[in-house]
């Protein structure tokens, strides 16, 4: 798994603090971008595309060397499409960066979590990372990406997080969201189990033999026509997790928050709680108060509409007893 970091607003650098400008390095030594770093960027890594579609949502990427449309066609399978003309949400165009990044890996004897920035400026969204930056213009449909190096593993890295973004922001606008969680079909119907790294997620899935698992660490829920809310795999993955075997999309049965216990049974919590507890898995969306309060809004429907218990278990597939029957 990829693991990313949203910092909170106060852990960014500060507008008029020394050296922190966007578009200028600060004293750590990271780069933050401004829109017009954005502007007269002329570097494709070659002329080909490709399309990635993820329920209802849609971008294509422009500028692929053919290594790179291969290798990411092949990475994310049934989401990746030919392109056929079809509109798209955002038009995506690659460049290789004047930069060969824009944050510095931390010197601390500790390993630090990934850290992806994201702020909005002009109406724009941007985020940035080691290796990459980019601009998204989603009412224009428009995004530039920047890349340091075209070095598979770094290439992939930086398309992987940056799509994971664009994405987590498409489902918000039609009154989804992009969970950090995992999910488990069975008779029909997906049963999502969300909470913090190390509460179980994997677990569950592995404990769910003879079952369709749409994800182990990140969940599409989306709307139908009808409003009712509905959960899909993604295409977005560690380098090593296999990759998902269904784009379909199945109705919610129930929102676990996992907490792993000495016994399995299911904890009513009030919908007040229950929105926070899932709000605080939301990836990438909560950056902006407007963002923010479109994600309460998505959550809070949901909640009204999908049972939401926390799930105290054992490291048993007993736990499914209780879960399959829940109303």
């Known amino acids: 798994m990829i693991e990313l970091l949203n910092l909170p607003a106060t852990d960014r650098p500060a507008a008029g603090a020394r050296g922190a400008h966007p578009g200028e390095e600060d004293w750590t030594g990271d780069y933050h971008p401004d829109p017009g770093f954005f502007h007269g960027l002329s570097c494709p890594f070659g002329s080909l595309n490709l399309e990635v ?34 509109a798209v949400d955002v038009e995506v165009d690659l460049h ?64 992987e997080n940056f799509l994971r973004v664009v994405f987590a922001h498409l489902a918000l606008a039609r009154g989804g969201f992009l969970l950090h969680g995992s999910g488990v079909v069975r008779d029909g119907r997906a049963f999502v189990f969300f909470g913090p790294s190390g509460s179980g997620k994997t677990t569950v899935t ?25 959960a899909c795999s ?50 990438f969306v909560t950056e902006r108060p407007e963002a923010t309060a479109r994600a309460l809004d998505a959550v809070g429907d949901l909640a009204g509409q999908v049972p939401v218990r926390r799930l105290h278990f054992r490291k048993d597939a007993e736990f499914w007893r209780i879960v399959e029957n829940v109303r």
Not at 238 to 244: I, K
């Open 96 to 159: 290789r960066s004047p930069r060969p990044g824009f944050l510095k890996v931390g010197r601390a004897a500790k390993a630090e979590a990934y850290r992806l920035l994201m702020r909005r400026e002009e109406g724009k969204l941007l985020a940035w990372s080691y290796e990459w930056a980019s601009c998204c213009d989603f009412a224009a449909g428009r995004a530039t990406l920047a890349i340091g190096d075209d070095e598979r593993t770094v290439f992939d890295r930086s398309i």
């Open 53 to 86: 579609r993820v329920a209802d949502a849609s971008a294509r990427l422009h500028g692929l060397s053919s290594r790179q449309r291969a290798d990411l066609a092949a990475r994310y399978g049934i989401f990746a499409r030919p392109v056929a003309g079809a």
């Open 234 to 283: 993604v295409p977005f993955r560690g380098l090593v997790t296999p990759p998902a075997t269904s784009d379909a999309r199945y109705p919610l049965a129930g929102m676990f928050r996992l907490v792993q216990d000495e016994r399995d049974y299911l904890e009513e919590i009030s919908r007040p709680r229950a929105i926070g507890e899932i709000v605080q898995s939301l990836p």
């Open 206 to 230: 592995t404990l769910s033999k003879g079952s369709l698992v749409l994800s182990d660490d990140l969940i599409l829920i989306a709307r139908s026509g009808a409003g009712r809310f509905e």
